[in-house]
């Protein structure tokens, strides 16, 4: 899977605070190494996962030695199997020690998020239904977990409160209801920004299509009122089902016909992956 280079950027603020928490002033134990010593690193997956967070891995260690070398055999995007030797570093023993931690904590992050999502889009697959994330993520992470779920198949909705609308229950509470909440967020006159409305029932579903909204979510919705609100809807907005989804309920979702299926807890409620380091002297 190519990486995007508009990501570049962020892999470097993300690993500069990553090894600034880690590391602060010093690692005292890696000084206890002598300098200049070059070891070689292996990571080796402990469980079958997709892989994800290369970059920000390879980051951690270039920025503290430029001269270390990290050759790979798998990819952002790859299933990998338990035992399999996912690359080899060359770099000063002093490096290998002080970026390792921040470095495996990456890798397996994303590769956690990648996978779950992995997992989810093979559940509904052949239904026409797309995973998409939330702004579920986790402080200062959002376009890493957002990278890595693109990795596992799903896509991504919006990045932020900047791009993109979302009018929500208290937005129409607050504006007096679906149509006047459509006509505050078409005021903004923000033609480069999706709207999408939240709506909790069938009414209001039916109030939001005919004011011409194109996009829908459907919040907490039953089966039964998300297959009627396909029939209802006829094609005319993109539906995207949200609230509560499960991987064992998520395929009976995807077969009542929506478009989309928005998952929060691809990004907020992972397990990290368990990847070993180990260390070999040359």
Same mark, same amino acid.
Request: overall charge negative; aromatic content about 4%; some cysteine.
């Given at each position: ?16 605070? $990553?090894?600034?928490?880690?590391? #602060? ?6 000084? =206890?190494? %002598?300098?200049?010593?070059? $070891? *070689? ?24 030695? %430029? ?6 055999? $798998?990819?952002? #995007? ?5 035992? +399999?030797?996912?690359?080899? &570093? ?10 390792? *931690?921040?470095?495996?904590?990456? @890798? ?5 998020? $990648? ?22 993520? @986790? %402080?200062? !992470? /959002?376009?890493? +977990? ?26 129409? &509470? ?9 006509? +505050?967020?078409? #005021? @903004?006159? /923000?033609?480069?920004?999706?709207? +999408? ?11 939001? @299509? ?5 996009? &829908?979510? !459907? ?16 094609? *005319?907005? =993109? ?11 998520? *395929? ?22 368990? !990847?070993? !380091? ?5």
């Amino acid at each position: 899977m190519n990486f995007p280079l508009q990501l570049t950027a962020e892999v470097d603020r993300n690993v500069v605070a $990553a090894l600034a928490e880690d590391i #602060g002033g010093g690692d005292l134990t890696a000084q =206890l190494m %002598p300098a200049g010593h070059i $070891a *070689r690193g292996t990571v080796v997956s402990r469980e079958n996962a997709v892989l994800c967070g290369i970059a920000w891995f390879d980051a951690c260690f270039v920025r503290l030695d %430029p001269e270390a070398k990290i050759g790979w055999t $798998a990819q952002d #995007g790859d299933t990998i199997r338990e035992g +399999q030797v996912l690359c080899e &570093i060359l770099a000063e023993t002093r490096t290998l020690l002080s970026a390792e *931690r921040s470095a495996l904590n990456f @890798l397996q992050l994303l590769s956690a998020t $990648a996978t779950k999502t992995r997992r989810y889009v093979d559940a509904i697959a052949g239904t026409g239904a797309t995973i998409v994330d939330t702004r579920k993520t @986790l %402080p200062g !992470l /959002r376009l890493a +977990q957002k990278y890595a779920v693109s990795c596992g198949g799903g896509a991504n909705h919006r990045l932020g409160l900047y791009d993109g609308i979302l009018i929500k229950e208290n937005h129409i &509470i607050a504006a007096g209801g679906v149509t006047a909440a459509l006509a +505050q967020a078409r #005021g @903004l006159g /923000r033609s480069d920004v999706f709207i +999408q409305i939240e709506v909790e029932n069938l009414a209001q579903l039916t109030e939001a @299509l005919d004011v011409g909204v194109k996009m &829908i979510l !459907l919040d907490n919705m039953d089966l039964a009122q998300m297959r009627e609100a396909v029939r209802i809807n006829s094609g *005319r907005a =993109l539906l995207e089902a949200s609230g509560g989804v499960r991987l064992e309920t998520v *395929r009976a979702i995807a077969e009542t016909g929506v478009d989309r299926i928005s998952v929060g807890s691809l990004t907020k409620d992972i397990r990290a992956i368990d !990847l070993s !380091l180990r260390h070999v002297e040359r």
